[in-house]
């Protein structure tokens, strides 16, 4: 249930403009098509002082996978990075090589993902990437990538249900079944949430045997196949009307996989048309943990995006304090 229709600050979704050449809407006007941060407008003072009200033990808890996971990682493209380590006169340096900033928990930026001839956030096209910083994620840096965190454990909730999830099918999270967990939950949203989704597929991922782990790589687009959001034009108009600020998840890209090509591709929606971040292969376990502990499932989420000049993407370097 969300409390974002009694303190809108958005046009509702369906009252946004759509694109000349197909019937998607986007957000571009919003906040003016030179917009470099999207949904991240959402979180301002206010947000982040109600956010840090949700602190109830100040435990701090890591939403991160180590660096070197997942282990080997699902897209051939992203090979390992190098670690190198240099002797100096007072002790050591060091320098990742090769190092896909993708690879592990991380956001995919403004600049991840088009909607085709449409171009960018705002409407911008290659050439406007290629010759200024424009939609770079050094833009949320200097804002501060931060707010009230709120988890939806979709793995606990369908357990509880008796229909427990199987991590390796396309089990589709629709916008009924969110509200049902967070309902379950006690949960309310607020314009300005980050929605954290649980999915339990990283925890499962890293359970396999490594020879299960090796035949998944490069399986994306070739049979992969695990839980996430329904990729529907219902589902990005859902979490555009929720007002939330960004959307992260335990899985490998937030939707269901394999994409259904009748529904379209949520990333395009969510990033190019929505300005919306997407955080992938979050690490959720303890967070759940906690969660359930404590009888409360919102909290301070805090994300030390990279200040990175034109950066895709970032490692999500985020944290839930509870």
């Known amino acids: 249930m969300s409390t974002a229709e009694t303190i809108r600050r958005t046009p509702r979704f369906a009252e946004l403009p759509v694109l000349p050449d197909r019937d998607e809407h986007h957000g571009w006007d919003v906040w003016g098509r030179h917009d470099e941060i999207g949904t991240l407008n959402l979180i301002g003072p206010r947000q982040r002082l109600a956010a840090a009200r949700t602190i109830r033990t100040g435990e701090m808890i ?10 080997p990682g699902l897209f051939g493209e992203r090979a390992p990075y190098d670690h190198i380590v240099e002797d100096t006169a007072a002790g050591h340096d060091d320098r990742l090589d090769h190092f896909y900033l993708q690879g592990s928990s991380q956001w995919d930026g403004l600049r991840h993902i088009r909607a085709g001839r449409n171009g960018y956030w705002g409407g911008r096209q290659e050439s406007d990437l ?10 949320w840096a200097a ?23 199987a991590p390796d099918e396309p089990v589709v999270i629709t916008a009924a079944m969110l509200d049902a967990a967070a309902a379950a939950q006690g949960t309310t ?14 925890e499962w991922y890293r359970t396999r045997p490594l020879q299960h782990r ?3 790589r490069d399986t994306i687009g070739a049979g992969f196949a695990c839980p996430g959001l329904d990729s529907s034009k219902q589902m990005a108009g859902y979490l ?15 939707e269901v996989f394999p994409i259904d090509r009748r529904k379209g591709f949520l990333h395009r929606r969510l990033i190019a048309l929505q300005g919306m971040p997407l955080g992938e292969l979050w690490a959720l376990e303890r967070l759940a943990a906690a969660c359930v502990d404590r009888g409360h499932y919102e909290f301070l989420l805090v ?3 990279l200040p990175l000049p034109r950066g895709v993407g970032s490692p999500a370097n985020a944290h839930a304090i509870i």
Do not use: K
Request: proline letters at 4%.
């Open 214 to 216: 090796l035949r998944m």
């Open 130 to 139: 290629a010759t200024t910083d424009t939609l770079g994620v050094d833009h």
């Open 189 to 202: 949203f607020e314009s300005g949430d980050i929605l954290v989704i649980r999915t339990g597929w990283t």
């Open 143 to 165: 804002h501060g990538f931060g707010g009230r965190g709120v988890l939806v454990d979709i793995a606990r909730y369908l357990a509880d249900m008796g229909t427990p999830m």
């Open 62 to 71: 890591s939403l991160c996978l180590p660096l070197d996971e997942p282990n």
């Open 303 to 305: 994300s030390g995006v």
């Open 240 to 254: 555009w009307d929720n007002e939330f600020a960004a959307v992260a998840a335990d899985n490998v890209g937030v």
